[in-house]
């Protein structure tokens, strides 16, 4: 029997799931979405660059200075709906933020099933016309919460990985202006699959991720191997340390 991996982490999926991706690259979907409308207020205040008292002496300039910074203004700006094949854009930093989330709202809502039926009751399943509509509103946070509420359909698409990987790649890009996201924690247990000590999660997000070989866990999953490991690497390290003192007494003995 094959095992079916997780498109996104390449980790064994539960048998008989519908999902491509497995529970802890959902999270990490989920955690994407929720993100990305915090850090908009932090990219708002970085558009305007603080204007600085003139400088005396200075060389004057051809033009006057941008009153605002264009790798910003690429990212908040508006720009094309992106299909799922992520055409190269001609925005120097990729895609905006709102483009790319309505492009994949879209992309989700012409691939939802919808059934109607005929004056004779039979049912009919259509795709492939529809629009996504939000009644929130059009902007990044209301495109966020639509996709978080299909999340779980998502998740049984061929396509997710693509998904989460070009929504990290916008998350990524974002958090090089803002400086940050959420503050980093290490976690004690080594990852289950490649059993580096490179596990990790941001505050508030309910995934943990192996920082060297991509791994995802679910909190649930994490202390359940953490549970299982964690015991067996205690003992092994209280005796090492047992051990390295008493072979340090041993030196200090006088022949
Ligand atoms: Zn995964
Ligand atoms: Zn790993």
Avoid: N
């Amino acid at each position: 029997m094959t095992t079916h991996r997780c498109a996104a982490c390449m980790r064994a999926l539960v048998a008989g799931t519908d999902d491509t991706i497995c529970p802890g690259c959902v999270a990490r979907l989920c955690a994407v979405l929720a993100e990305l409308p915090r850090q908009l207020p932090l990219l708002e205040e970085l558009l305007y660059p603080s204007g600085g008292p003139a400088q005396r002496g200075s060389v004057g300039r051809a033009h006057s200075p941008l009153p605002v910074r264009l790798d910003i203004l690429d990212l908040l700006g508006p720009g094309h709906v992106v299909p799922r094949q992520d055409v190269p854009g001609d925005q120097a930093e990729g895609v905006p933020i709102a483009p790319l989330l309505h492009g994949w709202a879209r992309y989700v809502a012409q691939s939802y099933p919808r059934v109607h039926h005929d004056q004779h009751g039979t049912a009919h399943v259509t795709r492939g016309d529809a629009e996504p509509v939000s009644r929130r509103g059009t902007d990044v946070p209301s495109w966020c919460a639509w996709l978080l509420a299909y999340a779980p359909y998502v998740a049984m698409q061929d396509w997710a990985a693509d998904m989460l990987e070009q929504l990290e790649q916008l998350l990524a890009r974002i958090r090089a202006k803002t400086d940050g996201g959420p503050a980093r924690t290490t976690r004690d247990a080594p990852c289950p699959v490649c059993t580096g000590f490179a596990l990790a999660s941001r505050d508030g997000q309910p995934v943990i991720l192996c920082e060297a070989c991509g791994t995802s866990l679910t909190e649930a999953e994490y202390a359940q191997h953490a549970a299982a490991v964690l015991p067996a690497l205690t003992h092994l390290a209280v005796r090492l340390v047992l051990a390295d003192r008493s072979e340090a007494g041993e030196r200090r003995v006088p022949a």
